[in-house]
């Protein structure tokens, strides 16, 4: 069974810069808010923020679900008390009721200040619109070669 590292299971849910927008936001930018919204809570080390948006049959590449997802998310906030997340390159693709997402994240952990450790992940999410609200549904993460 495959390893899941700190910063895998981190990057893997989270992400990404909101996209500037006024009034009621389109698909895209409502994504990119919700995959903001989670990256925030893991820095401020909250799982509320980075479980909700999971869909009811979410599961990772690794085939973690909700259960997992919680216990992991525990375990690497008390490791690293401080997580900082940076992403680049998010391409968000809307087709109907799903939309894909990709970006590059780095995530740096510690106990102090200054990170012990640090990765670099290309991340890929599936979304999908269910009753008018978009859920994370599936997510695959890798480091590049």
Not at 60 to 76: A, P, V
Request: hydrophobic share 40%; charged share 30%; net charge neutral.
């Amino acid at each position: 069974m495959m390893r899941i590292t700190f910063s895998a299971a981190i990057v893997a849910l989270a992400g990404a810069l909101s996209l500037a927008g006024c009034g009621e936001p389109d698909d895209a930018s409502r994504i990119a808010q919700l995959i903001e919204t989670m990256e925030a809570g893991i820095e401020e080390q909250r799982t509320g923020p980075v479980l909700a948006p999971l869909a009811e049959d979410f599961r990772t590449d690794d085939d973690l679900r909700h259960r997992e997802i919680r216990g992991l998310l525990f375990y690497h906030f008390r490791r690293y008390p401080n997580i900082s997340i940076v992403t680049s390159d998010q391409r968000i693709r809307i087709d109907g009721e799903r939309a894909d997402v990709t970006l590059n994240a780095l995530v740096l952990g510690g106990k102090n200040r200054l990170p012990e450790r640090g990765r670099r992940y290309a991340v890929s999410m599936r979304w999908q619109k269910t009753a008018g609200d978009w859920q994370l549904a599936r997510i695959k993460w890798q480091q590049p070669e």
